[in-house]
């Protein structure tokens, strides 16, 4: 039996006995007693060591290709600031997190010979618009602005009606 089921065992028992739910005074006498009774040479917390942020590996993110650009040492001292307001310190787990923002965030995108950058451009939705509707818009709509709409612009119904009127 683990220790947590051996102290929810022992406060639903002090529970039933009192016959109501237990207040924080019992609950916690009811945990207390169930830690003395269990049996353990005292609970065994398991150990995991940060690994904190040392000279040595600053220097190995500095060679590292995949941070270039980026300046690491000032970063660091971001990182260390954000983290005294907050009262944490500062991993090699943490500043990893911290390092991947920046490189997103403060690098402006790199743009290739071309003036283009590497992400595909989007492509322009073009429609073919009927010859000669901005002709008909200007001389028969109420609004002849609407003729220097664009045709994607204009309205389903607009669209159709002036297909059929340009037909005749």
């Given amino acids: ?94 500043f990893l997190n911290w390092l991947n923002k920046a490189q997103s965030s403060d690098r402006p995108i790199q743009f290739n010979g071309a003036g283009a950058t590497s992400f595909p451009t989007p492509s322009a939705q073009t429609s073919s618009e009927p010859k000669g509707w901005r002709e008909w818009v200007r001389e028969n709509s109420t609004d002849p602005s609407n003729a220097d709409r664009p045709w994607n612009a204009l309205e389903a119904v607009a669209q159709k009606y002036i297909l059929t009127q340009l037909q005749k």
């Fill in 1 to 94: 039996m683990t220790f947590s089921e051996h102290a929810f065992d022992a406060c639903c028992r002090q529970a039933k006995a009192i016959g109501r739910r237990l207040n924080k005074t019992e609950w916690l006498q009811a945990m207390q007693e169930a830690y003395d009774s269990y049996p353990h040479e005292g609970l065994k917390v398991r150990a995991t060591r940060i690994k904190s942020v040392d000279a040595e590996w600053l220097e190995e993110l500095e060679q590292n290709p995949a941070y270039a650009g980026i300046d690491i040492k000032r970063e660091l001292g971001k990182a260390q600031a954000w983290a005294s307001i907050r009262n944490v310190g500062v991993s090699q787990m943490r």
